[in-house]
């Protein structure tokens, strides 16, 4: 099956500093990757949506100049955390699809704690 | 919020019993997944069922859909303490998934 991985699995940065997420489909191309924020007990809330090419498209609420996001190839996306606070500590999830959103395929997810 | 509403939230029984989770939403659909997540891991796909679908199976997995009262249940069978993990469903709405607030099922051995 489709194999979608993301580096690094768990990150500890100090606020203030710049975090990079990175998306990879292993064996198939991309066409969309979707990047979702879920805290502790909670569901995915889907942050972003980026077509390999263009700029990505924000979720109501995502601030775009905080979490970039670039698509630069059909099997790369990658999430950048800018200036993070303690309060962007969550966990970070990838899908990538090649069919839209019908058929996503997820990463493991990124640990991300800012201290 | 768009997400939809599971219940129950929280979920314990014991190996071998049944496991029913509920999902209701609130637009028409053209599918309903459900997907299935580890504690700290990324998201497994368990079925897709399409709207004009009532029923699926999958493996000791089955899933009911009914449009009329825009819901839909995931009923695990004989379950196993491996099948310990949170349930959601997830309806596609402008190319995007959105999932349900999900249910923490604990299988006890």
């Known amino acids: 099956g489709a194999v979608v991985s993301q580096h690094p699995s768990w990150v500890i940065c100090k606020s203030g500093t710049s975090v990079k997420i990175e998306c990879r489909s292993l064996?198939?191309?991309?066409?969309?990757m979707f990047w979702y924020r879920q805290f502790p007990k909670q569901s995915l809330m889907l942050m972003a949506t980026?077509?390999?090419?263009?700029?990505?498209?924000?979720e109501q609420g995502v601030e775009k100049d905080k979490f970039l996001i670039n698509h630069a190839s059909l099997t790369l996306s990658t999430l950048t955390v800018t200036s993070a606070h303690p309060e962007d500590s969550s966990f970070y999830i990838c899908?990538?699809?090649?069919?839209?959103?019908?058929?996503?395929?997820f990463g493991p997810g990124t640990r991300l704690t800012v201290t | 919020s768009q997400q939809g509403e599971e219940d129950p939230q929280a979920l314990s029984i014991q190996e071998g019993e049944n496991a029913t989770m509920n999902c209701s939403y609130k637009?028409?659909?053209?599918?309903l997944q459900w997907y299935r997540q580890n504690s700290g891991r990324g998201l497994v796909h368990l079925i897709l069922i399409r709207s004009n679908e009532r029923e699926k199976h999958s493996g000791r997995l089955r899933v009911t859909l009914d449009t009329s009262k825009k819901s839909s249940s995931l009923l695990i069978t004989a379950s196993r303490a491996a099948d310990t993990a949170s349930y959601f469903c997830a309806r596609t709405k402008n190319n995007k998934l959105i999932f349900g607030a999900g249910t923490r099922l604990a299988v006890h051995p």
């Open positions: 637009t028409s659909i053209n599918n």
């Open positions: 899908s990538a699809g090649a069919g839209g959103a019908y058929e996503q395929y």
């Open positions: 064996d198939f191309q991309a066409t969309t």
């Open positions: 980026s077509n390999e090419g263009s700029k990505a498209t924000y």
